[in-house]
Structures are given as C-alpha cells and as structure tokens.
C-alpha cells in the first residue's frame, strides 16, 4: 500500500462529484468488487459532456489501472493545468464573501 491507492480513491470520489455515480455498480458487492478489478471504467456517457475536457483527463489518469504508471499525487499537483489552473477554462473568481467558512 502506498500514496498510489490514495490517487484511486481520489479519481473513484471526482469520477462520482462529475457524474452522480460510481464507474462500477453491480447489484451486489461482490459483483462490484468483480466488477473494479476486470471491467475498464466507460469515458463513453453522455455525462462528460458536461465537463471541461481536461475534468476528464485528470480522472482518466487518477483511474489508471496500474500503480506504476498511475501518477503520483504530488505528480498530479505540480503538473496537472486543470489543478493548477492553467487549462485556459473560464475561471471562477472566489472571495471571502463568496465563500462559506467554519468558524
């Protein structure tokens, strides 16, 4: 186990804020659970389609299948554009008084 397992779980929960839904479901969990170590996550619905493409690519490469060629957290971080914002998608321009706080 290491940070990489961190890096699926972190695609598994955008894959759901994107689309409202998990990329597996089975009617049981056990045939979830089949279902995540053989089936290939679908980039296919019409629910990407909302999203702005580089939305899509950071999830793509959070799901890699393999860990050694799953990136890095900090990897992701530093040279994601979407994260950084550096994709060239509108920005959303955050105050203080546009943001909820705890206190």
Same mark, same amino acid.
């Given at each position: ?10 695609? &598994?929960? #955008? /894959?759901?804020? /994107? ?22 996550? +679908?980039? $296919?619905? $019409? ?16 799901? &890699?299948r393999d860990p050694l060629i799953r990136p890095a957290a900090k990897d992701m971080v530093f040279f994601n554009k979407w994260l950084r914002g550096e994709s060239g998608q509108a920005k ?5 008084? +546009? #943001? #909820?706080? &705890?206190?």
């Amino acid at each position: 186990y290491d940070e990489k397992c961190d890096v699926w779980s972190v695609g &598994i929960v #955008c /894959f759901m804020l /994107f689309l409202g839904a998990p990329p597996w479901l089975g009617a049981t969990p056990e045939e979830t659970e089949r279902m995540v170590k053989t089936m290939d996550v +679908s980039w $296919d619905g $019409d629910g990407w389609k909302w999203h702005p493409p580089p939305a899509l690519k950071l999830v793509q490469e959070l799901l &890699i299948r393999d860990p050694l060629i799953r990136p890095a957290a900090k990897d992701m971080v530093f040279f994601n554009k979407w994260l950084r914002g550096e994709s060239g998608q509108a920005k959303a321009h955050l105050t203080t008084e +546009s #943001c #909820c706080t &705890i206190a």
